[in-house]
């Protein structure tokens, strides 16, 4: 990665993409949405992504969380 600058992005990109997405955070942040399945960090997410894949038999494969080395 040393001195190969096409594995990142221009100043003036990120200027344009922050520019584009600040707009949507703040509007998320002032309104959230009751329905939407927000879920607990460190969690596999919400029940809902379970049960949509259970309609067609599928299930996600669970892995062990990882645990702080101490």
Do not use: C
């Amino acid at each position: 990665m040393l001195g190969d600058q096409t594995l990142f992005m221009r100043g003036d990109q990120v200027e344009a993409a922050w520019d584009l997405l600040m707009p949507v955070l703040n509007t998320w942040a002032s309104k959230p949405s009751l329905s939407f399945p927000n879920y607990a960090a460190d969690s596999w997410g919400p029940e809902s992504a379970e049960a949509l894949i259970a309609r067609d038999g599928f299930h996600w494969f669970s892995l062990p969380l990882k645990t702080k080395k101490q």
